[in-house]
Every structure is written in C-alpha cells, then in structure tokens.
C-alpha cells in the first residue's frame, strides 16, 4: 500500500462526512469572499496557524485574476504547489553510512519515541541491518519494557540501564556493546521532555557529546518526534530541540487519526529540517516514509 | 514575544479616542484582534467564532460603548465567556456513585497522558481520605499494565495487576470485584489510547462504560493540542458521553486554547491540571489563570507559585531581613540570581508577567548578563562573597581569571552591587514591604 492510499483509507470515513471547501472550488472559474474564508477554515482546521493561513490567503487573492483564468483546479493546484514548496529541504539525513550509525529519538512527552523506534527497528533489520535499541528513558515507569517489547517484535537486540540510572551512563554501555558485537545501527529511546525544562534539554546535550566521545561523530541521526494532533506550540517545541541538539529529520505521527500535523510545514520551513517518516498506526508496518505530495494533499483535505 | 492581547485592544481603542462615541465597527476591529489572539492560542476556530458571536452581542450593548475603557469593557465580557466556556470557577470535585466503588473512567488519544493521571488522581484522592483502587485495561501498548504498577508502586497506590492474558472487559470485571471485596470506594479505570475513528476501540470504550457504569468519565487531553482537539473530544463525547476534561502537560509553554476547544464542543467543565512529572504534580483546574494564559495576558499567579516552589521558605525570609538591615551581601546576591534561574530562562518569566511583552527587553542579553554575574560570584570565595570590602587588586584580578571576565567586569558588578545595598539601608519602610511580600507569597498555598 502506498502512502498516499493509506492516507486516504484513514481520511475516508471522515471525508464522506464532511464536505471540503476546497473541492467544492474546483472548476470555478472566480470565487467569492465566503470562498477564501471557507478555504483559510480548512487550513486553520489543519494547524497551518493564523499567520500562515493569511499568507496563503493573501496569496490567492493576489492571483486570483490569473486562476480565474486558468480553468478547474487551479487555486488548489496553487495551494498544493505552495505547501510543497515549504516543504522541499535540501539538508541530508545524517550520516548515512557510519557503523554503527547512532541514532537518537527526541521529543516531548506522548508523542509516540517508543513506538516509532520499535517500527523503525523493524524497518532496519528488514534491510539486514543488525540493530540495537537502547532504552535510555530511565525515567518513566516501564519505558524500557516497552521498548524491550518491541526488540523482541523486530528481532532487535535491546540494552537497558537500571530505572532511574543517568540515561547518558546507559548510552555508554550500549555504544561500547555495539561496538564490541558489530551492530550497524543503534536507535536510541530517550525519556520524553518538555521543551521548558531547561536541565533535561541539557541532559540531551550531554548525551549528544557522551555519543561523540564513544562513537566518531555520532549521533549520526536525530529525530524529532512530533504529534500530528499538536497546535502551534509543535513550532516552538522544534526550535527548542533544535538548540539543545541538531535535528537531522522529524517523523510525524498519529496521521492515521483526523489530525493533519500542518505545523510540521512551518517547522521544515523555519528550521530546513525534512520530515522523514510519518507513523499511520500502532501496528509494526505502520511507519512510512514521508512523501511530500501526498503530504500536502492530505492537508487539504478535510 | 507575543504581544498580549490587551495591549492590541488598547491600541485599537486608542486610535479611536477623542472621536466622541463608539460604533458598532470599532467593536469588529476589537473583534478581529480578538479572534487572531485565540486562533494563535490552538482555540478551535469554530469555537472562536461561537465566542465572539457572543461576545459581539454583549459588547453592542450600551455600557461598553459609552465606557471611558472600552478596551477593558470588552475584554472583560471575553473573559467572562472563556470562563464559562471551561465550567466557571468552581471547586472541583469527583461525582461518586451511591454504591461502592464508585468508577472513574479515564479515556483519550494515545500519548494525551492518561496512565500517569490515574496515577496522579489515585494520589489526590489518597491524600483526599479515600481509599483508590488503579486498574490498567490497556492490553494493547506494550509494557503499558506494567507502567502503571510501577506508578503504583511510587506511590504507594493500590493496583489490580492480575497475570498475563486478559481482555479490557475482563480486567475490569475483575477489578470491580476486587474493589468491592476489599472496600474501595474509587475505582479508576485507566484505558488503552485510542484515536476517535477506530471503531473497534470505541466499541470496546462503550462495553466498558457498561460493565463499570463510571460515576466520571473523564478525557484526558493534551494541553499542546492544536485543531483537532475539537474533533477527538466530540467523536468522544458522542461516543461514551464525557463528565469533565483532565488537561495534561500545562507545566509546558502551549497557550493551552485546547482546554477551550475541548471544553466548548463537549460541555464539560476542566477539572484537573497536570502541572508536572511528579506524582504530585496534579491541580486544581483554575478557569480563571487559563483565560489569562489562553490570551496571552501573562499568569502571575503560575509564576508565584512557581517562585514559591523553587524558593525555600526559611532561606527567602532571612534574605529580606538582611535586605532591611542593610546587611546584604554577595552571598544573598549569588542566591538570589540563582532563584531567579531557576524559575526558567528569562524570556519565559518575563512572558508570565502580563505587559513585559511590550517591554521589548533583550532576554538574550539579560540572560548572557546574568549568566556573567553569576560566574564572576562563583569564581569569589565565601569570604569575599561575605565581605566584599576585602577585595583588593589581587582577588580582583583573580576572580576575572576564574570567571573568564575581565577585572572591569568584576569592577562592575562590586559596584551596582553597592550602590544597590545603599540604597536599601536608605528606605527603612520598603523592607517592611518586602518582608511582607515574602509571608504574603508563601501564605498563598
């Protein structure tokens, strides 16, 4: 199934329901101003935020004679072409070819590190990689079970440290024992933080550098997990990350829910940092990765 | 920065003034600033237009329009919609059931937070007198059973952790049972994360809902949540029929219109707040601060009680009795700085005070200063730090090596630092003041 099918799976029960401003534009040859604000709704509905949605807006106003002119689907032609425009990003995806490639998971609270990880190690080991996971969230209650869980489901190996031992301590010895046994890529769970708290983004830092001490260069590869259901705040979430440790990618999940994660556009926008993956799921397959049109169209979908 | 929304109104009103009475329009320019500060706050905006709706109809009325503040007029009649959006000021309570236990329900999307609220919940109702009984249904998320006992076992809660191999409806017969062999009068019944249009999970819920026949159904929504919040709570609210909203994660920095969103759609009060990690770490719901924080308006209060977290007690008021006495020293100083750090980067304390928004203060430099300030008093001895005046060429130069400034730099800071303490000793009242406003912050709990 490809991405855009999955999407559309998900979107069909609530597309029957709801009628989209959008498609209710196409072959229009000129809209009203009832038009625009039935638009700038479906983009507020996607967390595009009120500035942006403006912007586009504002742009479709300016080339509306121009659209008005240009037959059927042309405003949402203009749209689609805008949103993938943000969403285009040069920056590549980290050290690819490192070994063992290390890779670290971040984000805030319940946004779904564990989950991810475990669908990503699947994803490794299919490609023949030998992948280890490390449980470096020794704070909440039973995180390394469930990432032990997921090993066990990917066929992984998985490290773990004592509840409540120093997460760079337990990186550490995971780094050195993948090493010592030849594993290709390592995928790092750690601890869910809010952005706020300034001694657990130092944490971050710190096994930032705590990799690069055992490991030449790594983490070769840091993602920010963000939650598709997040508003505006999913913005400032990124930034702080993004100053306590440099982001190679996000991966963004729970798109198989109503939610369109529309921040995540100005989060590429703002800080050239491509979306990677998308999780569609709870299920081992459920992680794709990120197709910018598909992306974009289902955006405008409502 | 934001700019807080009150400033924006002013501004509109402002322009306005000197042209006699107010018309219906300079109203829809308040309106309009309105709006945008709520959309950029995560409200829904089928909500936001609902409250406006209202707003404009109360705000057409006479006495706003002829009020010398309009600005406050308006924003007044918003504030008072927004508070009864989230339920009006009240003391919240759990409903309980004539016959024990009696159930809670807690239910939401994936991730909202709801296995470390049962915890919590559990913990406040022990502390309340009553007698909690946890039970996970979460048969889905790995390991997730298991975070809850161990929660329980932090906090020393009661939890029904039969071995492997049981359905959702199974563990909560059974934990029913157990609740009411032993003599609990709470049950909270955690559930699996479930996203509104799986309709299996929401099956399930509704079989839930009917074995337990929950006194209280809870959604526990994330308070970072954008749009959607609309749609997850009402498809939950249509689906299993809510009783109240727990809103989790507040101790971030999201505006939080969520709260707003959530509450509207299902007609259902916020009664608790997840403030933190900790166990303890589960308040009250203050409609009141929300609407503050939702507008931008800053959340003076949050930021009291944050200071008073992080300063102790004793230590604040031997501070300010030296402070009257005059007898100030680095030492105090040092401490001082200290506790204002640790109630966050600058920019986010300034962003708590309603109005520093517009102060434009170069929080990146305060910061960098203040760090400065901080390595120059690290770099001193106890002694120096005690008696300032011992201070001779030597340490001085000594103490910019240590602290990577230089000797001006410790020049500088000596010398606001006695400027400062002279001007204390000259106001005998303000240390009164102060004392007062010390007992007055820790009088607020």
């Known amino acids: ?63 509306g004679r121009a659209i008005g002119d240009g037959g059927r689907d042309a405003m949402r032609e203009l749209l689609l072409g805008e949103i993938r425009r943000s969403l285009e990003c040069s920056a590549v995806a980290g050290d690819v070819h490192a070994c063992p490639r290390v890779s670290f998971f971040v984000g805030v609270n319940g946004t779904g590190k564990t989950t991810t990880i475990g669908k990503l190690a699947h994803v490794r080991a299919k490609e023949g990689h030998r992948v280890l996971l490390c449980a470096a ?53 750690t601890a869910g933080r809010l952005h706020t708290k300034g001694n657990l983004m130092a944490e971050l830092s710190k096994m930032a550098r705590v990799a690069a001490r055992e490991v030449s260069r790594a983490p070769h590869e840091t993602l920010l997990v963000l939650d598709a259901t997040v508003g505006g705040n999913g913005l400032v979430q990124a930034r702080e990350f993004a100053r306590a440790l440099p982001l190679t990618g996000l991966v963004l999940t729970k798109l198989d829910g109503t939610a369109k994660g529309g921040v995540a556009v100005a989060v590429v926008e703002e800080l050239k940092v491509p979306i990677q993956y998308i999780g569609v799921g709870e299920g081992i397959d459920d992680l794709l990765p990120f197709e910018a049109a598909a992306f974009a169209e289902n955006l405008l979908w409502c | 920065m934001f700019q807080t929304l009150s400033e924006r109104l002013q501004g509109v009103f402002r322009a306005l003034r000197g042209r006699g009475t107010l018309k219906a329009q300079d109203i829809e320019q308040a309106l309009r600033e309105i709006r945008l500060a709520l959309l950029e706050a995560d409200v829904h905006f089928q909500v936001v237009k609902q409250l406006l709706e209202r707003v404009r109809h109360r705000a057409s009325g006479q006495e706003i329009l002829r009020s010398l503040t309009p600005d406050q007029a308006v924003l007044r009649v918003v504030r008072d919609e927004m508070i009864e959006i989230l339920g009006g000021e009240t003391t919240p309570r759990l409903s309980s059931s004539v016959r024990f236990p009696s159930v809670v329900l807690l239910v939401g999307l994936q991730g909202s937070g709801k ?3 049962a915890a919590k919940l559990a913990l406040w109702l022990n502390h309340g007198g009553h007698a909690p009984l946890l039970v996970s249904t ?6 997730a059973r298991e975070q809850l006992k161990k929660l329980g076992e932090q906090g020393q809660l009661k939890v029904h952790h039969p071995e492997e191999g049981r359905s959702a409806q199974e563990l909560l017969r059974s934990a029913l049972t157990e609740a009411r062999s032993v003599g609990h009068d709470y049950l909270l019944v955690d559930t699996a994360g479930r996203l509104h249009v799986d309709e299996d999970l929401m099956t399930e819920l509704c079989e839930l809902k009917e ?85 931008g308006m800053g959340d003076v209060l949050t930021l009291i009680e944050r200071a008073e977290e992080t300063v102790e007690r004793g230590r604040a008021e031997e501070s300010v009795r030296r402070f009257r006495k005059g007898d100030f020293t680095l030492q105090d100083y040092r401490e001082q700085l200290i506790h204002l750090r640790k ?70 800071l000596i010398k606001q630092f006695t400027q400062a303490r002279k001007m204390m000793k000259g106001l005998s009242g303000g240390g009164k003041a102060l004392q007062r406003m010390a007992r007055h912050l820790h009088s607020y709990r």
């Open chain 1, 1 to 63: 199934m490809t991405i855009a099918e999955r999407l559309k799976k998900g979107l069909a029960r609530t597309r029957a329901t709801i009628e989209t401003p959008i498609d209710l534009l196409r072959g229009r040859r000129s809209w009203s101003p009832a038009d625009l604000d039935a638009v700038e709704a479906v983009l507020l509905a996607a967390d595009f935020g009120p500035s942006a949605a403006r912007r586009a807006i504002e742009l479709l106003k300016h080339n």
């Open chain 2, 343 to 412: 109630l966050g980067p600058l920019d986010r304390v300034l962003s708590l005070i309603p109005g520093a928004g517009a102060l434009s203060v170069d929080s990146e430099a305060g910061e960098r200063e203040m760090r400065r300030a901080l390595a120059i008093l690290d770099s001193m001895t106890f002694e120096e730090r005690r008696l300032p005046s011992i201070m001779n060429g030597s340490r001085r130069k000594r103490i910019a090596r240590g602290s990577g400034t230089a000797v001006e730099d410790v020049n500088r």
């Open chain 1, 137 to 189: 969230d020794t704070f909440r209650a039973a995180a390394a079970e469930q990432l032990e869980a997921w090993a066990e489901r990917s066929g992984a190996a998985f490290h773990r440290g004592a509840a409540g031992a120093d997460p760079s301590a337990v990186l550490t010895d995971a780094l050195r024992a993948a090493r010592a046994r030849g594993h290709e890529d390592v995928l790092v769970d």
């Open chain 2, 138 to 143: 979460d048969v889905r998320r790995p390991a």
């Open chain 2, 211 to 295: 074995i337990g026949s929950p006194s209280e159904t809870l959604f526990v929504g994330d308070a970072m949540t954008g749009q959607d919040a609309v749609r997850s709570a009402a498809e939950f609210h249509a689906r299993v029929g809510l009783t109240g909203i727990i809103l989790t994660k507040l101790d971030g920095d999201a505006r939080g219109g969520a709260a707003l969103s959530m509450a509207a759609v299902s007609g259902c009060p916020v009664k608790f707040a997840g403030t933190g990690e900790r166990l303890a770490d589960l308040a009250p719901f203050h409609p009141a601060r929300m609407v503050s924080r939702v507008l």
């Open chain 2, 115 to 117: 296995t470390t609220t």
